[in-house]
């Protein structure tokens, strides 16, 4: 069966019964990549191999990245940086500078937990973007909706050149609309397991 490691975004949780998970349980059994509210490079990187561990998950199983906006940051880059397919919506490229909006005091959307956002943890990003290397022999999807007023579209040009990319009319940064997108994704991960 297929495995897929959800990483959720920039004040997101991961959130069982939400529509992306319900959408992706259609094609195998999700794992969240939670953070427990923490969206720092160790933060990640520590919920990532967690999830790993505590789960008994190998990375040459049948597995795929999945995540949204910070997290699709995470699928992309994890996924070269490991050799696994990966689908990222609306992502965020360039954590350094695009999450520099949120410094100060912020909320997760689910679960109402404050955090503070600093302009160092920003800049702990920058080496990482420009370490991902993109390699066409590893299969990826970029999905992007047209309506996206969160995230920039630079850099999204050069990406999108080396994996599947589809461009959405409405979703709005989340993407909730699963239905706009969900034979994409179908297609990608048929084409995965043929």
């Given at each position: ?32 990549v939670d953070t ?105 999807l970029i ?52």
């Amino acid at each position: 069966m297929l495995k897929i490691c959800y990483f959720n975004g920039f004040a997101g949780s991961p959130n069982p019964l939400g529509e992306k998970v319900s959408l992706l349980k259609d094609f195998g059994e999700v794992f969240p990549v939670d953070t427990e509210g923490a969206y720092s490079v160790p933060a990640y990187q520590k919920a990532f191999h967690e999830t790993l561990e505590k789960n008994d998950i190998r990375l040459s199983d049948p597995l795929v990245f999945f995540g949204t906006s910070l997290g699709g940051f995470w699928a992309r880059t994890l996924g070269y940086a490991y050799s696994v397919p990966w689908i990222a919506l609306n992502p965020s490229l360039s954590p350094s500078e695009e999450l520099l909006q949120f410094t100060g005091k912020n909320t997760v959307f689910d679960t109402g937990q404050r955090f503070t956002w600093t302009k160092q943890e920003c800049s702990v990003y920058l080496p990482i973007e420009n370490s991902v290397k993109d390699y066409l022999e590893i299969p990826g999807l970029i999905i992007v909706a047209k309506d996206d007023d969160v995230l920039t579209t630079k850099g999204l040009a050069e990406a999108s050149k080396k994996c599947a990319f589809v461009q959405v009319e409405s979703g709005g940064h989340r993407l909730l609309n699963t239905r706009g997108y969900q034979d994409y994704i179908k297609e990608f991960l048929d084409n995965l397991l043929i």
